[in-house]
T-cell receptor, first 115, second 111 residues
Framework: DAGVIQSPRHEVTEMGQEVTLRCKPI?????LFWYRQTMMRGLELLIYFNNNVPIDDSGMPEDRFSAKMPNASFSTLKIQPSEPRDSAVYFC?????????????FGPGTRLTVL | AQSVAQPEDQVNVAEGNPLTVKCTYSVSGNPYLFWYVQYPNRGLQFLLKYITGDNLVKGSYGFEAEFNKSQTSFHLKKPSALVSDSALYFC?????????WGAGTKLIIKP
């Protein structure tokens, strides 16, 4: 398996533009997580899905952020409009059932820079 | 609520020396503990986990971790450090359905 795939790897955009980040989880995994990593705040969970259904989006910072999972092999995180403070590395992770002993597998991340 | 603490922002070790990266936790019930490593410009990679059983857990790249219930600690160790071990290390504890992450410890191995 290729692991968790994220695209793009790098994104540079201007304030006010829409940004869409993409994730393909590992085949067969039924949980998908979106994280954000910054120097100031560390690793933050934004939202997670189970069987394509959003379970907890309490970590989504504002209404400008939205996430979807239309099928088991694809998820998007959208920021509209983007702001400079959204600059961060965004990670997608997946896991197979949420048994307490199952680890999460991370993608390589998308480094977002909003100018 | 479950929590995990990594008391050191950075740890410096000379190559060939043993290394320890500290982690303490606070949980209600049995702890399920994890260590991940993040190399520069990469995602987090799973190293090892403690679920139950032997207090010494062996993981990838020669790392091991010692679970100490009385001290509520789960320190990451390696007998002989390599320069290539330089990275950011995260400890995490399972909280019902999610992982609660530590702030991370930057490990620097000097030649």
């Amino acid at each position: 398996d290729a692991g968790v795939i994220q695209s793009p790897r790098h994104e540079v955009t201007e304030m006010g533009q829409e940004v869409t980040l993409r994730c393909k989880p590992i085949s067969g995994h039924d949980y998908l997580f979106w994280y954000r990593q910054t120097m100031m705040r560390g690793l933050e969970l934004l939202i997670y899905f189970n069987n394509n259904v959003p379970i907890d989006d309490s970590g989504m910072p504002e209404d400008r952020f939205s996430a979807k999972m239309p099928n088991a092999s694809f998820s998007t995180l959208k920021i509209q409009p983007s702001e400079p403070r959204d600059s961060a590395v965004y990670f997608c992770a997946s896991s197979f059932t949420l048994a307490q002993y199952n680890e999460q597998f991370f993608g390589p991340g998308t480094r977002l820079t909003v100018l | 609520a479950q929590s995990v603490a990594q008391p050191e922002d950075q740890v410096n070790v000379a190559e060939g020396n043993p290394l320890t990266v500290k982690c303490t936790y606070s949980v209600s019930g049995n702890p399920y503990l994890f260590w991940y490593v993040q190399y520069p410009n990469r995602g987090l990679q799973f190293l090892l986990k403690y679920i139950t059983g032997d207090n010494l857990v062996k993981g990838s790249y020669g790392f091991e971790a010692e679970f100490n219930k009385s001290q509520t600690s789960f320190h990451l160790k390696k007998p002989s450090a390599l320069v290539s071990d330089s990275a950011l290390y995260f400890c995490a504890v399972r909280d019902a359905v999610l992982l609660i992450w530590g702030a991370g410890t930057k490990l620097i191995i000097k030649p």
